[in-house]
């Protein structure tokens, strides 16, 4: 018997790129990965018994500002947070304020990202998430910024840990100098980041008010880079083989294995974590009132095209993982949907299902359509967005946007670039001359948002054109 308003389990990780993911075989081979060697039972399980949507995208494939979109259910350039330099704006209404102001216990552990401008974590429930609405929380640094708040001798929760511990200056010696080293952590497992937030997540569960609705967020450190990994974790990974990364130099192509290795191990681990979640879950005889959500912020290019990281336009860098699962509240199970969806969505869908109104000014759609099979589509593209500052020049910026089968790249300064996804997952070929109206399409799709333009707007975007 499930009660009136759902609980939310949501298992949030960094940097987890949207194809490195147990689908059915022909959901890989269309994404390019048919031959992708992981072992994800506990995510694969949430899969069986929800909805898995294979074209979910980061509005702003970076940290902080991806977190905020989802936050205010706002795209990039409406979600005040521009760059990983700033703070989350508690005035900017969020989804956590709204489920808070309607009776639900919000809470959560791990990296929130949305207090990183000042590198200042406090005791991890700090004055940020207090005003954005939050009951509780355990908000800890990333992998770097542990390193960085402990330089400036205000060390958050995590690198307290450590220090407790005596691991604190073998851990930032290891960080500073590992760059894209694959080498083992000197951080013994049980200390190891999402080692810690996994626990930190299961004390949490065990906490959970038993007479009021809850939402709690777990925020993992990984896949993110430095690909540090425990021996353990290592040695599981040391007979595998992966897919090579598209496009990469040759001379790379030995030490990108050992990339991807530990990047694979980092997601085997987090699953790992999310099968003790589930089981805590379950014991406390929580599970059959909650909804369980699987997502990541952004995606890592892994070598593709030469590049590491995010903050690039390539599927590797704005592809997410997002998985589901409301089968006890009416949605539909082991369901893979390739329609556009956007990381921002997830703010109406929580509220959709909370009985709470969506503001009229969000620009977030709810996916409860979709997960109960009442609808095919509820955006017809999704858009991703991001200013960078160039390295030895100005402001850079980028926008991209796809409906999951065409994919229109777009950079001031230079040709608009256009891919054909389902042939070319890796965006090799550049089409754009040869299919000048899909480039169109998409062209005029973005200026519009994704949607209808207002007559007003459309008369007052063409005096630009006259």
């Excluded at 702003?60 to 350039?77: I, K």
């Excluded at 997830?346 to 099979?373: C, H, I, K, M």
Aim: aromatic letters at 10%; charged letters at 25%; one cysteine or more.
């Amino acid at each position: 018997m499930t009660q009136d308003r759902p609980n939310f389990l949501f298992l949030f990780s960094d940097q987890h790129r949207g194809d490195w993911m147990p689908y059915s075989k022909p959901v890989k081979e269309r994404l390019g990965v048919g031959q992708l060697d992981l072992n994800m039972p506990n995510i694969r399980g949430i899969m069986d018994r929800g909805v898995t949507f294979s074209c979910a995208v980061s509005p702003a494939p970076v940290c902080a500002p991806a977190r905020a979109c989802l936050a205010s259910g706002r795209r990039y350039r409406n979600c005040r947070v521009y760059q990983n330099n700033v703070n989350y704006d508690p005035t900017l209404p969020s989804f956590y304020g709204k489920l808070r102001d309607s009776g639900y216990f919000i809470t959560g552990a791990g990296k929130f990202d949305l207090n990183k401008g000042n590198l200042d974590w406090g005791d991890g429930f700090h004055d940020t998430l207090e005003r954005m609405g939050f009951s509780s929380a355990l908000d800890s640094e990333g992998k770097m910024d542990a390193v960085w708040a402990a330089l400036m001798e205000k060390p958050g929760p995590y690198g307290s840990v450590l220090k407790k511990a005596g691991y604190l200056p073998a851990y930032m010696d290891d960080m500073v100098a590992r760059g894209r080293g694959t080498g083992v952590t000197p951080v013994p497992s049980e200390l190891y980041a999402d080692n810690w937030i996994g626990e930190k997540g299961r004390e949490m569960i065990d906490a959970l008010p038993e007479n009021q609705p809850w939402f709690l967020q777990l925020n993992f450190s990984g896949p993110h880079d430095p690909w540090d990994v425990t021996e353990e974790m290592q040695q599981a990974m040391e007979k595998r083989t992966f897919p090579e990364a598209a496009d990469c130099p040759w001379e790379e192509i030995a030490h990108n294995q050992a990339v991807r290795k530990n990047y694979g191990a980092m997601i085997e681990n987090i699953d790992r974590q999310i099968g003790l979640c589930m089981q805590e879950l379950e014991r406390c005889k929580m599970l059959e009132n909650t909804i369980v959500i699987y997502g990541a912020d952004h995606g890592e290019l892994m070598g593709d095209h030469g590049l590491y990281g995010k903050s690039r336009p390539e599927q590797g860098s704005i592809h997410i993982p997002l998985v589901i699962d409301a089968s006890r509240f009416g949605g539909m199970e082991n369901h893979c949907l390739h329609t556009p969806v956007e990381l921002q969505d997830l703010a109406a869908t929580f509220l959709d299902y909370a009985g709470v109104q969506r503001p009229d000014n969000w620009e977030s759609v709810s996916l409860r359509p979709l997960l109960e099979g009442r609808e095919s589509q509820v955006r017809p593209y999704a858009i991703s967005e991001l200013i960078t500052r160039g390295r030895k020049g100005p402001l850079q910026s980028f926008g991209c946007i796809t409906d999951g089968i065409w994919k229109l790249i777009l950079r001031p300064g230079q040709p608009d670039r256009l891919y054909h996804l389902e042939d070319d997952p890796f965006e090799c070929s550049d089409v754009a001359d040869q299919y000048p109206e899909e480039a169109e399409r998409l062209r005029n799709s973005f200026d519009d948002r994704g949607g209808k333009k207002h007559p007003a707007l459309a008369k007052y975007t063409q005096t630009f054109h006259a």
